[in-house]
């Protein structure tokens, strides 16, 4: 089974930081793209960055600026570094992945669990 396992979430005060780990198991001849999405109390899941597998990154305008998503030293590892965090950045933060390739046998979307983010004021 295609499993991910995140870190990193936490309480933390207007204008800190924290940095979120996403560790993705992988398989032979897969590649996969990664999403990082995030849903407040109230609200629906939105996305907030993805990272593919050739590097390529994007952000939703919210976090431009202030979120950072980046490969790891450790191959199927990728952080979201998030700076300069805001209230409205409360909310649990579930990181997704893709995974293809025409040798793939563990083609498909898969979510993990969700770490929270508290910002306070």
């Known amino acids: 089974q295609v499993q991910l396992v995140e870190s990193g979430g936490g309480s933390v005060q207007a204008g800190g930081s924290l940095r979120l780990s996403c560790a993705a198991s992988?398989?032979?001849?897969?590649?996969?793209?990664m999403f990082w999405y995030r849903q407040a109390p109230g609200k629906g899941r939105e996305f907030v960055s993805r990272?593919?597998?050739?590097?390529?990154?994007g952000y939703a305008d919210p976090v431009k600026g202030r979120f950072t998503i980046s490969q790891a030293n450790a191959r199927n590892t990728r952080y979201l570094q998030m700076n300069s965090l805001k209230p409205e950045d409360t909310g649990m933060y579930y990181c997704?992945?893709?995974?293809?390739?025409?040798?793939?046998?563990?083609?498909?979307?898969?979510w993990g669990q969700g770490t929270q983010v508290t910002v306070s004021s």
């Open positions: 997704q992945i893709t995974m293809y390739g025409g040798s793939c046998t563990a083609r498909g979307i898969y």
């Open positions: 990272i593919d597998s050739d590097g390529t990154t």
């Open positions: 992988e398989y032979p001849y897969c590649a996969y793209d």
